[in-house]
């Protein structure tokens, strides 16, 4: 038996080899129909008892950019006005609630009740997991994506989740890049620096 056919170069270049971190964006839209089949491609990725932990606000209009510009760093302020529209990732801290229906094997509910850490740990993994399906998803739709870091969590969780059950993990700006203003990209670490094969 031999392993599948691996996707095409061009794939691979949109997805990882040619695809690039972008901070600025032309004036092109993103519609409600894209984002729709954005979430239907995201929703797929594999998540630790299919918790599923992440929620996304996408952010598009100037209200809520209004809102949310004043948490950036001020680096991170223009990108975010100009992308078509910037998500927060967040975290459901009571992601087990969905257990029940999400992961009938068993019920793994309990488990996570009872246990604090284990909930935190297990939504903050899955749910970065879940937002680099994102970046790959959008990618793959034709889109370009600048996820970011550089925001006061606290003022963003103010601002769009003011009953706590939720909380940000990280940003991601989508759009169409522009690329004039993309930085040379940077070195990677090779194998024998970031990996081994035991």
């Known amino acids: 038996m031999s392993l599948p056919a ?9 997805l990882f080899l040619q695809a690039r971190t972008v901070h600025a964006f032309q004036p092109v839209a993103v519609d409600d129909a894209l984002i729709h ?31 949310l510009l004043p948490a950036l760093s001020s680096g991170n302020q223009k990108q975010t006005r100009a992308a078509a529209v910037t998500v927060i990732v967040a975290l459901d801290t009571a992601f087990q609630q969905h257990l029940p229906a999400q992961f009938p094997a068993y019920d793994a509910k309990p488990l996570f009740d009872g246990n604090p850490a284990l909930r935190e740990t297990t939504a ?11 970046i790959l998803a959008a990618r793959a739709l034709g889109l370009d994506a600048g996820p970011q870091s550089g925001f006061d969590a606290a003022k963003v969780d103010a ?25 040379a990209r940077g070195p990677r670490l090779s194998f024998d620096e970031a990996a081994r094969i035991v």
Do not use: C, I, M
């Open 6 to 14: 691996p996707l095409s170069d061009a794939a691979l270049d949109r």
């Open 37 to 67: 089949r954005l979430y239907d491609l995201v929703k797929w990725g594999p998540t630790a008892f299919n918790a599923q932990p992440a929620r996304y606000v996408f952010v598009r209009s100037a209200e809520a950019k209004d809102q």
């Open 124 to 134: 903050l993994r899955n749910a970065s997991l879940q937002g680099a399906y994102l």
């Open 159 to 183: 601002a769009f989740f003011p009953d706590g059950r939720w909380k940000s993990n990280f940003l991601v700006n989508l759009g169409v890049a522009d690329h004039a203003g993309t930085f």
